[in-house]
Protein backbone atom coordinates (compact mmCIF):
# COMPACT_ATOMS: atom_id res chain seq x y z
CA UNK A 1 0.00 0.00 0.00
CA UNK A 2 2.98 2.31 0.45
CA UNK A 3 4.22 1.23 -2.55
CA UNK A 4 1.25 2.60 -4.28
CA UNK A 5 1.14 6.02 -2.65
CA UNK A 6 4.18 6.92 -3.65
CA UNK A 7 3.78 5.98 -7.10
CA UNK A 8 0.56 7.97 -6.72
CA UNK A 9 2.51 10.84 -5.59
CA UNK A 10 5.33 11.03 -7.76
CA UNK A 11 2.65 10.82 -11.03
CA UNK A 12 0.54 14.06 -9.46
CA UNK A 13 4.06 15.48 -8.70
CA UNK A 14 5.60 15.38 -12.58
CA UNK A 15 1.99 15.82 -14.20
CA UNK A 16 2.05 19.36 -13.51
CA UNK A 17 5.76 19.71 -14.83
CA UNK A 18 4.11 17.96 -18.48
CA UNK A 19 2.61 20.55 -19.86
CA UNK A 20 6.12 23.03 -19.61
CA UNK A 21 8.57 23.56 -21.60
CA UNK A 22 12.17 25.34 -21.89
CA UNK A 23 11.31 28.40 -23.20
CA UNK A 24 8.02 29.28 -20.86
CA UNK A 25 10.76 29.92 -18.10
CA UNK A 26 12.49 32.62 -20.32
CA UNK A 27 11.13 35.92 -21.35
CA UNK A 28 11.66 35.51 -25.20
CA UNK A 29 8.99 36.63 -28.62
CA UNK A 30 7.76 33.79 -30.41
CA UNK A 31 10.29 34.52 -33.06
CA UNK A 32 13.51 34.33 -30.87
CA UNK A 33 11.48 30.74 -30.06
CA UNK A 34 12.04 29.57 -33.48
CA UNK A 35 15.37 31.13 -33.42
CA UNK A 36 16.64 28.75 -30.63
CA UNK A 37 14.94 25.66 -32.66
CA UNK A 38 16.70 27.05 -35.75
CA UNK A 39 20.03 28.33 -34.89
CA UNK A 40 23.76 26.01 -35.14
CA UNK A 41 27.09 27.04 -34.34
CA UNK A 42 30.37 25.48 -34.99
CA UNK A 43 33.92 25.74 -34.77
CA UNK A 44 36.04 26.00 -37.87
CA UNK A 45 39.39 24.07 -37.50
CA UNK A 46 42.17 24.25 -40.19
CA UNK A 47 44.52 20.65 -40.23
CA UNK A 48 46.52 20.85 -36.86
CA UNK A 49 42.57 20.88 -35.47
CA UNK A 50 43.30 24.54 -34.46
CA UNK A 51 39.99 26.49 -34.05
CA UNK A 52 40.20 29.36 -36.76
CA UNK A 53 36.94 30.76 -36.31
CA UNK A 54 33.72 30.09 -35.35
CA UNK A 55 30.46 30.46 -37.36
CA UNK A 56 26.72 30.29 -35.74
CA UNK A 57 23.72 30.21 -38.38
CA UNK A 58 19.56 31.17 -38.33
CA UNK A 59 17.75 29.05 -40.97
CA UNK A 60 15.59 32.18 -41.67
CA UNK A 61 13.37 30.73 -43.71
CA UNK A 62 12.00 28.79 -40.59
CA UNK A 63 12.23 31.56 -38.05
CA UNK A 64 9.76 33.95 -40.43
CA UNK A 65 8.52 31.94 -43.05
CA UNK A 66 6.02 34.49 -44.45
CA UNK A 67 8.63 37.31 -45.25
CA UNK A 68 11.27 34.43 -46.36
CA UNK A 69 10.24 31.92 -48.58
CA UNK A 70 11.16 33.15 -52.15
CA UNK A 71 15.03 31.71 -51.30
CA UNK A 72 16.73 30.51 -48.83
CA UNK A 73 17.78 32.98 -46.20
CA UNK A 74 20.53 32.16 -43.71
CA UNK A 75 21.58 35.29 -40.83
CA UNK A 76 25.68 34.02 -40.10
CA UNK A 77 27.51 35.50 -37.51
CA UNK A 78 31.12 34.64 -37.89
CA UNK A 79 34.44 35.07 -35.40
CA UNK A 80 37.15 34.52 -37.75
CA UNK A 81 40.97 34.60 -35.78
CA UNK A 82 42.32 35.70 -39.05
CA UNK A 83 41.12 39.04 -40.31
CA UNK A 84 42.77 39.00 -43.68
CA UNK A 85 40.77 35.69 -44.60
CA UNK A 86 37.36 36.35 -46.71
CA UNK A 87 34.55 34.02 -45.69
CA UNK A 88 32.61 32.43 -48.62
CA UNK A 89 29.12 30.80 -48.22
CA UNK A 90 27.88 27.84 -50.23
CA UNK A 91 24.53 25.95 -50.27
CA UNK A 92 24.61 22.24 -51.06
CA UNK A 93 27.32 23.32 -53.29
CA UNK A 94 26.34 26.46 -55.28
CA UNK A 95 27.76 29.74 -53.47
CA UNK A 96 25.87 32.58 -52.18
CA UNK A 97 24.10 35.04 -55.03
CA UNK A 98 24.02 37.70 -51.86
CA UNK A 99 26.40 37.73 -48.79
CA UNK A 100 25.43 41.04 -47.36
CA UNK A 101 28.39 41.87 -44.53
CA UNK A 102 25.66 43.74 -41.75
CA UNK A 103 26.71 45.61 -38.61
CA UNK A 104 26.49 44.42 -34.97
CA UNK A 105 23.48 46.11 -34.91
CA UNK A 106 21.15 45.00 -37.36
CA UNK A 107 17.54 43.70 -37.99
CA UNK A 108 18.06 40.07 -37.21
CA UNK A 109 20.15 41.12 -33.74
CA UNK A 110 16.80 40.88 -31.68
CA UNK A 111 16.52 37.30 -32.78
CA UNK A 112 19.71 35.98 -31.05
CA UNK A 113 20.49 38.95 -28.50
CA UNK A 114 23.83 38.34 -29.44
CA UNK A 115 26.14 41.49 -30.69
CA UNK A 116 29.85 41.91 -30.41
CA UNK A 117 32.32 44.04 -32.35
CA UNK A 118 34.51 40.78 -32.73
CA UNK A 119 32.07 39.21 -34.92
CA UNK A 120 31.13 39.64 -38.69
CA UNK A 121 27.40 39.44 -39.28
CA UNK A 122 25.82 38.52 -42.76
CA UNK A 123 22.60 38.20 -44.56
CA UNK A 124 23.47 35.22 -46.90
CA UNK A 125 20.81 33.93 -49.79
CA UNK A 126 20.89 31.32 -52.00
CA UNK A 127 18.52 30.12 -54.66
CA UNK A 128 16.10 27.92 -53.45
CA UNK A 129 16.74 24.06 -52.98
CA UNK A 130 14.93 20.95 -51.89
CA UNK A 131 15.79 18.05 -48.76
CA UNK A 132 18.62 18.53 -46.49
CA UNK A 133 20.47 22.29 -46.92
CA UNK A 134 24.56 21.99 -46.28
CA UNK A 135 25.58 25.19 -45.55
CA UNK A 136 29.21 25.61 -46.05
CA UNK A 137 31.24 28.24 -44.40
CA UNK A 138 34.47 28.59 -45.55
CA UNK A 139 37.99 30.76 -44.15
CA UNK A 140 40.40 30.22 -46.30
CA UNK A 141 41.05 26.63 -46.99
CA UNK A 142 39.37 25.81 -44.06
CA UNK A 143 35.60 25.21 -43.49
CA UNK A 144 32.55 23.27 -41.76
CA UNK A 145 29.18 22.45 -43.19
CA UNK A 146 26.20 22.90 -41.27
CA UNK A 147 23.10 20.72 -41.84
CA UNK A 148 19.31 22.37 -41.78
CA UNK A 149 16.16 19.94 -42.26
CA UNK A 150 13.45 21.45 -44.57
CA UNK A 151 9.86 20.49 -44.22
CA UNK A 152 9.10 18.66 -46.86
Known amino acids: MKFLYTIAFLLVTFQGCAQKNAFERFHITPAQEL ?90 KFQKQDGILHLKVTLGENSSTFLFKKDQ
Request: aromatic share 18%; hydrophobic share 35%; glycine share 2%.
Open 35 to 124: TEENIQSLKIINEKMDVVGVATAVYLNKVEPKVYKKYEYFYIYLYNKNKNEQATFSLNGVPAFIAENLSANNEFTHLTSFKSKWNNYYFV
